[in-house]
């Protein structure tokens, strides 16, 4: 069998595309070649594991490594999520699964209706021309707290400890993505209700991402991760609708490796990018004397942003380190960028 329905193949958690995507990282490790049986096959592959509760790096480490049966991957999901999945979330999932197969894309902003909605009209206008919007309490203090023990002890270390700080063999990212306090804020409904809202639509799926430590600068060693300005996303024109946010796990001061960006950029990318000489690649230009902002936050509150705005990491000039967790949610029908740029 080698056409789409291939992606319908299930085993025992009834769960479309699973034993494709399984196949396909075995093959490849055998040399095979894996054709796209839908377009983006890529998007949907994250998109399956985003749906059960997973992330892309987890699953692949261990497909790649440890070249498992089928049975074996099925198992090693289970265990990683602790339990079975749900007849519920095999059933959202294999919708999204053949919504997507359907290549139904839509346009995004929906115009949906949300009921019981967070961000208040003047935070949404401040959206619409900013293209970014902070959710403030997005969890509670409590939570957020807890969420920072969690990330402070995966990385053995301590807040009255700074000399061990800087040992870690993995810079600002920390990769730890499945833990019950964390899945707790991917299933926050503020937080959902608030990407609805963004979205226009209130069928999302939460993204599992990971967690990031950016300690305050020592010796002028920048371990503030991806403090350059860039984008993550493909920048050809027109761009896709498409948003990630930030989630603070501490109390973070603008001067402490706080998110930075260039508020309203969305409304002129295009234009800009038009306005370049034709060998000029926007990705390498120096966008620092456009306006950037710093935004601080108090532990708990969560930075949401649009893909078109130049963003990154803030330089950490404060004493204390910035904790933090990234979630995003997106629709699974969202139009995704046909090209790469
Ligand atoms: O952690 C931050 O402040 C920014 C992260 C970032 O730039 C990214 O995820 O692309």
Redesign the pocket.
Known sequence: MSDASEILTTGNLGIFHLKRLWEKSQGTLRGEAFPELVAHEGELDHLVLNCVGLDIVEPYQFLFHQQPTFAEFESWIVKTLGAVPSPEVVAKTNRAVTRFMAGNFRNFPAAEKIEHPVLTPEEMKFWDENGYVVLKNAISREDAKASEQVVWDFLGLAPDKPEAWYGRSQIFWADLFQHPVLNRNRSSARIHKAFAQIWGAEDLVASVDRV?F?PPIKESINHS??SRL?W?TSIAVPLSFDV?G?LYLNDVAENQ????CIPGFHRKIDSWIASLPENVNPRDVNLEDRGVVSIGGNAGDMVIWRQELP????RNLSNIPRL?Q?ITMYPPDRDINPVWK
């Open positions: 990031s950016n991760g991806p860039h993550d990630l930030i490796g706080a998110f930075r963003h990154g990491s803030g933090a990234y």
